[in-house]
């Protein structure tokens, strides 16, 4: 039973714009959203997060936006590089914890120059 | 700061056997947790290790276990290896306390012919 549902398996988007990646989640316990990033032989790397209290967190480029009635999320990277073109996982827990993740499937980003 | 180390990086086993992984955590993290990555099933939490206690277990078989040693260090096993044992296995740390992402390793990349 997926939890945390990424629908768009893959997004193509140009070098200088905006980046938005989708995350839809069914457990309405979850209170805990990550958002990690992974390249290809390599482990996660943990982006940005934001908890249930919060409907906005930015950090640099990245900002994060939950939207608790829609049970949605979204990543925006804006500007977007080259260099960002990775699949990006989206995760939630339930009672703040980092550890017992639910993760979606990811979506794979390229940023063509 | 040292990152999450796991040993070894790929391993190949036959049908039947077992096989142990290792996990370093971060310096001062005392939370180990365990995922596996498959194609079809994407990340799925394995286990959570604090004080070499077992506190959170995913769904998985009994032929999945762990361990965490007083220095924090994790090893998982998997007995009676089947084919679709396959998979990438995560090792990630955290700090304790509300709202600590995961810090993942770079994964075993386990093999079973």
């Known amino acids: 039973d997926q939890q945390v549902k990424q629908n768009s398996p893959s997004l193509s988007v140009q070098e200088g714009r905006i980046s938005i990646l989708n995350c839809d989640y069914t457990?309405?316990?979850?209170?805990?959203f990550l958002w990690y990033k992974k390249y290809p032989a390599e482990g996660p790397t943990f982006l940005i997060s934001i908890s249930s209290i919060k409907d906005k967190n930015e950090d640099g480029r990245f900002t994060v936006f939950l939207n608790k009635s829609a049970k949605h999320l979204s990543l925006h990277i804006v500007p977007s590089q080259p260099g960002d073109s990775a699949v990006y996982f989206c995760?939630?827990?339930?009672?703040?914890?980092?550890?017992?993740?639910?993760f979606g499937k990811g979506t794979s980003l390229l940023v063509t120059p | 700061k040292a990152g999450v180390t796991q040993t070894p990086r790929y391993l190949i086993k036959t049908r039947g056997q077992q096989v142990t992984l290792s996990c370093s955590p971060i310096?001062?993290?005392?939370?180990v947790s365990w995922y596996q990555q498959t194609p079809g099933q994407g990340l799925q939490f394995l286990f959570e290790?604090?004080?070499?206690?077992?506190?959170n277990k995913g769904n998985f078989p009994g032929r999945f276990s762990g361990r965490q040693f007083s220095n924090s260090r994790s090893e998982m096993n998997v007995s009676t290896l089947e084919l679709g044992d396959s998979a990438l296995y995560l090792c990630a740390s955290s700090l304790m306390g509300h709202n600590s992402p995961l810090h993942f390793g770079n994964g075993t990349r386990l093999t079973v012919t």
């Open positions: 457990n309405s316990m979850f209170d805990y």
């Open positions: 290790y604090f004080s070499e206690t077992q506190r």
């Open positions: 310096s001062g993290h005392r939370s």
């Open positions: 995760a939630a827990s339930v009672g703040g914890s980092g550890y017992a993740l639910n």
